[in-house]
Structure formats: structure tokens, C-alpha cells
């Protein structure tokens, strides 16, 4: 059968892929046309980990392996900050030269037949002439790419950092990030070795260090000189080597559509990743290897193919290149929005957990767990993946209320599976994702797994609550329960599940784009405010956000609030051991945490306990105050608790503070007019405060205060 790919670009990716498709496909006509000579290369060595060189072998073991032999390779990664020597345990790595890995693939495209064109620049893709399919290999800058600018919407963004690959004759024990302080200035150097005597030197330098240290107007000879002095001590006195290694700040470069007729891109054509997350050699050839997988599933149906391809790449490139538009690696990013998360729920005033484990930790008892399954017969092994086996767990179903026969798991469609509703306990190994070994093979484990092997771990085979939102009923809770129950583990005894906060009559989404950080919110309001927002409904009902129901929530907590400021004004601070637990309070959390009606209890005893005030009965309104405090501890929204008591009023710090007790003096002195009925004294008091940007309302449990907005 005739069919013909042309593929622009010798590079790894380019070459990798031209060799497995004739590897294959014998009888297909497959050419490679290169602008550069054989020996002409950008940088220096490519480091892999040793699970990415697992993937490539996945393409062809063979090549793979003579690369090995020619490799270097060490366990773990250091970090070298203010002198100090920080060493990170890892999974093992490794390294070669970029020019033996090309050479490498020369040879097996020559031995298969491919034919490669050398020293021919292509100014315009009609040269190419006609083929099946167009593989845009050429890099960065591909003349491919920029044929077709608005099909293939691409987009540029510069980073921040500036950087340059330079080479030095050295061999580093491991991959090493060493930073030097000087003058002011941080420099970043990312080095490793390549060969038994030389290594890759990446020197870089944020912004500020660019022009603050006169970087920026220096030749490239005086840079490459500047960096042999800071890190004089890393490289030992050595020169650094130069290969066309020029400053520059990284080009992340985007495309919307990676498609377009007979063209298809890969590698750093497709888009570009920061030097900060890895090889893009790597990334590239992982490109190449799923490119080649979908041919073999679609055939010739090359619309299908590309289709497979993107549908298999996507999300890999998305999740890498989120990283690489912060200019900051996976593992960092991820982090980051660990430490966003730990932010909002201390802003909040949510109890920090015993323990917060991470999946990636706890590999072993997932391992565990899935041995367990299938020595009971309640899971198998397929094709490096493991199933759950659901049709051996006859209560499968009882959570959610569900028929098994009914259901889908959302899970992608999979020859392996012994029946479409089987869940996946463990994921075969994917170009680009984390993986760890395992008796099935090396992979990563799916969502359902992991939570029931760390809970396992900390809480016991059996624990009292297990909560989580409403969405997660089925697939996730569903499974959890059914592979711990089907081991013989009670799991959980109560089930929780909490309903959405909506915007528009939709819950809040980043896919939809609807929604609201709580760093937006707390510009907003105070922390105590937003939580009792959150915390008055019941958790099983919707939430349907508005700005009027927030400061609906707002002017109720302030009225707690202001009935014990008043008390303190004017009694002392209420004691919270004091204060007694009414029993519509108790009752009301005792029948599924029913919040609503604890907090129309506490409201309850701020009107009688104001009334008491009033009156001037100082007994009932301290009790009143001292119940208050104690029904809202146990919410978590005590007023003068340790957690909000320094958010007391609008302003914040000493300022609030003051400003909150000069408001609450000419509140009482109002209060007293009123009950003499003095209303001009009254009203003057209102006018002076209103005049000085505090607005008072007047409700039958006394009267708060906000600042006026602007």
C-alpha cells in the first residue's frame, strides 16, 4: 500500500518517529528533510529520569538499551544554596550526549530505510511537495508552524528568567541546582554530567539580577565570563564551553490547534517547555511515541489518527506547561496550590488536620491493598493496569443508590476490562506522568485507591465520618467503599456529604469560569464573616451565591458581634467556661449538624441577652453573653476568640481596635438617649458617626456599625 510522510526536522523527535513508523510499516515511503548537517547540535547532554527512559523503550527497547550502555546515571538530586549541600532522594536518573543520541538514531533510520536529507533549508512548504501526512518536527522556530499561523493559533509568551546552556569539562556526582548570592544578585546554575568527563552547565538569572548587575549590557563573550567568576567554586576554575550559547529569556510558545489538514506537530513545534521541568528532548519524544501508537490504531485514517494522538497528549502538555508559564517545575506548582489551599482554610478558621499525607507516599500500602483485592478475587490484573471486579461485591451500589448495570464510571474505554463498570485500582505507565513499579508493572494508582490506603493507614480499617461533596457520592466514595469493604475493612461508619456552592444556578467550576477565590472574598469581608456564611445553612443544601445574601450573612454575624462588644463595654469580657449550651442548640447539631437552627439559637439569647442589657440587668445579659460564646466556639465563630479577636471591625490592627471602642462608647451614649427618648441627642450621635464614614443600623437585637465603602 502507497503512503508517504515527510517529516520536517532531525531531531530526536523527528527521527525517533520516522524510524518507528518504518519499523512498522516496511512498505511506507517515509523521508526526513534537515536544514543542519549530521553533527550539527543545540546544547550539549539530555537527562532523563529513569522512568522517562522506561517510556522511550517503550517505542523500541533496543535502541533504548545501546543508549543505556553509553549512559550516565545517579539516584538523587542536590541542591546547593548559601554553600550548604541539600541532597533529595530520588528514583533514579540518567544522561547522554544529545549528539550521541542522534547519531544513535541516524544509524537505525539508515538500517530501516528511512531516508534523511541533510544541509536543506525549506523556505516554503509547497518545496516539500506531496505526502499523506506532514510531521512538523523543526522546533521552535518551525517554518511548518509559522506556514499556518492562524490555523494552528499560536500564541508566544516571554518569561521573566534569562538564561544560557553552556557546557563545561567536569563530571558533577548528580543533577544539581546551585544558587549563588552576590552582591545582591542570585544566580542559578542547573548542571549534570553527560559523559564520564564533561557536563551541561545552564546558567540563570531573573529580571531584576539581568539589569541590576549590568547583565544586560555585557557581550555574550563578557556574560560567559561573568558566570565563570560567580560560580568559580562550582565548576572548580574551569572555562565554560560555548555552543551557540547565547542569553535569552525563554519563548513559551502555544498552539490552540495542534492539527491542520495533513500536518500534525510534535516536540517544541507543538509548544515549547521551560528548561525548569525537564528534558524537552524527552517531552518531545514521548510526542513521537504517541504519534506512532495512534497510526497503529487508526491505520491510514490519518483525521483519526491525529485525533488519538491529542486526545492521548493533551493533558500531559496542558499539565506541564501550567508549570512552565510560572517558569517553575510540576512538583512546585502543584505545592503552590497546596500551600493556597492551607491559606484559605486558616483564613477561615478550619482546625488544621492530624495528618495531611500525600498519595505519592504511600505507594506500598496501595500495593498492599491491591494484593489483597486479588488474592480475595475481587480485583485482577490486565495489560500492566489492575481492576476492580465489580460484580464480585454483590453490595456494590448501596452508597449511591445505584444498579451496578446502570452505572458508568467515567473512566476511558479500555479492551482490558473484564465489564465497562470495573474501576481502575492501578494506571499502566504514560510518556510523561509519574510512575512506580509494582508486580503488575510500573504505573500510577487511580483516585479511588489511594484515599483508601492512606485511610486505612492513619484512621484503621474502620473510623466513625467520612465526608466530601455531593458529586463525589458516585464513582469515587462508591468504590472507595466497596474495595476496602470487599478486603474486610468496615471503612466508614457515617457518610457526609455536603452540597455546592452555586453561581448562576451552577456549582462553581473552573471549567464553567464561575468561580470565586477566597482571597477575593476576604478583600471583602473577614474571615468570621465568610465562614458563618458558609457554616449557617446546612451542609446538604446548595449555597446560591450573591452579594446580597454575603452581606445578608455579614450584618448577622456583626450583630453577635456588636451584643458582646457591648457586654465587655460595659460588663467585662464574657467567660467562655461560663456559658451554658441551650438545648435548642444541642438539639439542633445533635439532628444531623443542623447549623440553621443552632445558629436561630444563638440569635435567640443575642436578642434576649441585648433586651437584659437595656434593662439593666447585668446577671442575665453576662449569661446571655457567655452562652453566646460558647455556642459560637463550638462553630468556630467566636467573636472573641483567639482566632477572630483581632478582626474587630473593618479596619485592621491597633487602628481597628481603637476605632471599634470609640464607636461602641457613642453607641451606648446613643442607646441611653434613646431609652430617655432624648431621639435629637439620638440623632446627632448618628450624623457624627455618619459623617465620619460609619454607617449605624438600628435592629430589635441593638444596633451595628460597617464602614461606609470608599
Sequence with gaps: MSFSITVVGAGPAGLYFAYLMKRSYPGYDIRVVEQNPPDATYGFGVVLSRRALDFLARGDAEIVARLANNMEHWEEQHIVHKGELVTIDGSGYCAVERLALLHELHSSCNDCGVEIEFNRRINNIVELGDC???????????????????AFETSVVDLQNYFAWYGVETAYPAHTLTFVARNSHTYCAHHYRYTPGKSTFVAEVDKSTWLGSGMSLMSEDERKVTMEEVF???????????NRSLWRRWHLIMTRTWHHRNIVLVGDALRTAHPSIGSGTRLAMEDSIALWRAFQTAGTDVSSAFKLYEQHRRPVRGNLNKAAEAGRPWWEWAATHERAFDAAYLALGCLPPSIGPRATGHVPQMIELMDRLISSGHAYAAGGDVYFDVRSYPDYGALSGQRPDEMQQGESACGSKRAANDFTLWKAAKPGEPAWPTPWGPGRPGWHLECSAMASMYLGPEFDIHGGGLDLVFPHHENERAQSRAVGDGFARYWTHNAWVTLGGDKMSKSLGNTLSIDVLLQRVRG??????????????????????????VAAYRRIEAFLHRVRERIGVPTLSDGVLPAEFVDALDNDLGTPGAVAAIHTVVREGNAALDSGDRAVAAAAAASVRAMTDVLGLDPLGEQWRHQQGAAEGAAGVALSSLVEDLLVQRAEARAQRDFTTSDAIRDRLLAAGVIVEDTRDGATWTLKDG
Design 132 to 150: 499523506d501526512v506532514l510531521v512538523a518536527a523543526d522546533g521552535a522556530n518551525s517554518v511548518v508552524r509559522e506556514a499556518f499561523p492562524e
Design 232 to 242: 568559580a567554586d562550582t565548576l572548580g576554575g574551569r572555562k565554560l564551553i560555548s
Design 528 to 553: 468570621a464573616e465568610l465562614r458563618y456564611y458558609l457554616v449557617a445553612p446546612h451542609y446538604r443544601s446548595m449555597i446560591e451565591y450573591s452579594d446580597a445574601a454575603l452581606s445578608e450573612a
